[in-house]
């Protein structure tokens, strides 16, 4: 079994400054990490994923996420936030036995002018 | 090509009544899913589908059943629709080899 926690419901930071979203999982086998992005009433999107090459992973829109074993976590970071970064962010793991994914509580950015 | 599309968009039930929630994909995939999503809880898994004919339980598939008759359609069903029932519902498809999974847009239903 699998599970994911996010640190923080809600996260706010000014325009150009990083932006720091958490996230621990547990799995019992290696497992497959993603992030994603929800925008208001829209479906989810991939933002990056790890799936046991490089752990530090580059995604869209200039996200980068790494994969710490020791520590159990896949942070996901960007170094200047931009408006268009406000949504909410979701991070899942999937085992390498199992297509389903475990989706965290969730992350709401804002980001203030 | 579309991707993965959910029909309605929007609904609203009263208790009891019953309705389908269709979900399209045209990437071929093998695998399908249906989730719910409410407030603070993430998405939670109702049922899956591994292939054209198959379907099984989710996390949370009390409520709900599933048909997975085509391969490129997963169908969800209230039969008896409750307030608890209430969420936006979202469906989305991985192919065999991947594990990320591509979503499509949502349908947000109402239940009175």
């Known amino acids: 079994a699998q599970s994911v926690t996010q640190l923080g419901s809600h996260v706010s930071v000014s325009e150009g400054a990083l932006v720091l979203l958490r996230c621990n999982y547990s799995s019992s086998v290696p497992p497959y990490l993603f992030w994603y992005v929800q925008y208001p009433n829209q479906g989810l999107q991939l933002l990056l994923k790890?799936?046991?090459?490089?752990?530090l992973v580059k995604g869209i829109n200039g996200f980068e996420a790494e994969f710490k074993k020791s520590e159990t976590s896949f942070h996901l970071t960007k170094p200047s936030a931009h408006m268009s970064d406000a949504a909410e962010y979701f991070c899942?793991?999937?085992?390498?036995?199992?297509?389903?994914?475990?989706f965290g509580a969730g992350t709401t950015v804002t980001v203030r002018a | 090509n579309a991707g993965v599309t959910q029909t309605p968009k929007f609904r609203v039930l009263k208790t009891g009544q019953s309705m389908t929630l269709l979900c399209a994909q045209d990437m071929n995939h093998e695998y399908m899913y249906w989730y719910r999503q409410d407030p603070g809880m993430g998405l939670r898994l109702i049922h899956y589908s591994v292939g054209e004919g198959t379907t099984a339980k989710g996390e949370v598939p009390d409520g709900y059943n599933v048909s997975r008759l085509k391969k490129q359609n997963f169908l969800l069903g209230l039969e008896s629709a409750a307030p608890s029932q209430t969420s936006v519902y979202f469906c989305?498809?991985?192919?065999?080899?991947?594990?990320?999974?591509?979503f499509g847009p949502g349908t947000r239903l109402t239940v009175l």
């Open positions: 989305a498809s991985s192919s065999t080899g991947l594990h990320e999974q591509f």
């Open positions: 899942a793991v999937s085992s390498s036995n199992d297509y389903k994914l475990s």
């Open positions: 790890y799936t046991s090459a490089a752990t």
